[in-house]
T-cell receptor, first 114, second 115 residues
Framework: DAGVIQSPRHEVTEMGQEVTLRCKPISGHNSLFWYRQTMMRGLELLIYFNNNVPIDDSGMPEDRFSAKMPNASFSTLKIQPSEPRDSAVYFC????????????FGPGTRLTVT | DQQVKQNSPSLSVQEGRISILNCDYTNSMFDYFLWYKKYPAEGPTFLISISSIKDKNEDGRFTVFLNKSAKHLSLHIVPSQPGDSAVYFCAASGDSGGSNYKLTFGKGTLLTVNP
């Protein structure tokens, strides 16, 4: 079975450019999570969708970040405009809720903003 | 304010010996705890979990212990193998009344198992 799929795996962009990260959750999973991992802050939750509806976006750092989940098999995380401090690894994870706290992570997108 | 803390950034053990990774939490509302393992350039993978109604859960070489009064959990790996070398994350959930399945992660402990 395919796991969580993320694209691109690596993204290098210049400050001020728009960046879009993509995620395809595991089929049948109805919850989707976007995380950011940095050395300073570790693994932090940005936003959480359940049945395509945003449930908790308290971790989204500022208005430059936005996330959408137009259907059960696709989600995007957009940064516009990007800044060097956005450089991090961004993970998408999915799970089947209710009933399970176990989240399955994708391989991540390493974003570098110069 | 970190609600889940892994105070040891790294741990080194000999192959065949026991590895003990520790995790402390501050939020008394947490009622479910998980351990994840992460290899370089990969996403974290689920390892083992424990509910707050238990104090121990075992799965093969991996055992998680929970001490609710101390707000402390630990992961024991016996015997340790070189393939266990990875970053281990502790995570907690349940502080939103059961309707929010978000996880709060510690910063991780890098385990190195030497042959």
């Amino acid at each position: 079975d395919a796991g969580v799929i993320q694209s691109p795996r690596h993204e290098v962009t210049e400050m001020g450019q728009e960046v879009t990260l993509r995620c395809k959750p595991i089929s049948g999973h109805n919850s989707l999570f976007w995380y950011r991992q940095t050395m300073m802050r570790g693994l932090e939750l940005l936003i959480y969708f359940n049945n395509n509806v945003p449930i908790d976006d308290s971790g989204m750092p500022e208005d430059r970040f936005s996330a959408k989940m137009p259907n059960a098999s696709f989600s995007t995380l957009k940064i516009q405009p990007s800044e060097p401090r956005d450089s991090a690894v961004y993970f998408c994870a999915s799970s089947r809720t209710p009933g399970s706290y176990e989240q399955y992570f994708g391989p991540g997108t390493r974003l570098t903003v110069t | 304010d970190q609600q889940v803390k892994q105070n040891s950034p790294s741990l080194s053990v000999q192959e065949g010996r026991i590895s003990i990774l520790n995790c402390d939490y501050t939020n008394s509302m947490f009622d479910y705890f998980l351990w994840y393992k992460k290899y370089p350039a990969e996403g974290p993978t689920f390892l083992i979990s424990i509910s707050s109604i238990k104090d121990k859960n075992e799965d093969g070489r991996f055992t998680v212990f929970l001490n609710k009064s101390a707000k402390h959990l630990s992961l024991h790996i016996v015997p340790s193998q070189p393939g266990d070398s990875a970053v281990y994350f502790c995570a907690a959930s349940g502080d939103s009344g059961g309707s929010n399945y978000k996880l709060t992660f510690g910063k991780g402990t890098l385990l190195t198992v030497n042959p």
